[in-house]
């Protein structure tokens, strides 16, 4: 079992930087995939930002802006967000692949709003 907690959203002004954190804990060396998703209200839950290994990967909407990062021991997550969009405006949630047996886990996620 992994157990992963999102912290660190807020309301910023547009063009603002929040980071947001994931704290993992329990199976944590097994997981091999970590990433942040969004949910806006009425829309299907994206991804944003995912990480294996050193490799990031980016959605094309938040490249340039957003940087996602872990420690090497896989038990935290940050996603580093600059130039904060209205658009940005949803719940980010924190998620884990595991192998061994393969899963994925949640977060809870926390709120990140973006005025205009």
């Known amino acids: 079992q992994v157990r992963l907690v999102e912290s660190g959203g807020d309301l910023v002004q547009t063009g603002g930087s929040l980071r947001l954190s994931c704290a993992a804990s329990?199976?944590?060396?097994?997981?091999?995939?970590m990433g942040w998703y969004r949910q806006a209200p009425g829309k299907q839950r994206d991804l944003v930002a995912s990480?294996?290994?050193?490799?990031?990967y980016y959605v094309d909407g938040v490249k340039g802006r957003f940087t996602i990062s872990k420690t090497d021991r896989k038990n935290a997550l940050y996603l580093q967000m600059n130039n904060l969009q209205p658009e940005d405006t949803a719940v980010y949630y924190c998620?884990?692949?595991?192998?061994?047996?393969?899963?994925?886990?949640w977060g809870q996620g926390t709120q990140v709003n973006v005025s205009s």
């Open positions: 329990g199976s944590i060396a097994r997981i091999y995939l």
């Open positions: 990480i294996a290994g050193d490799r990031p």
């Open positions: 998620y884990a692949k595991t192998v061994l047996p393969e899963r994925e886990y």
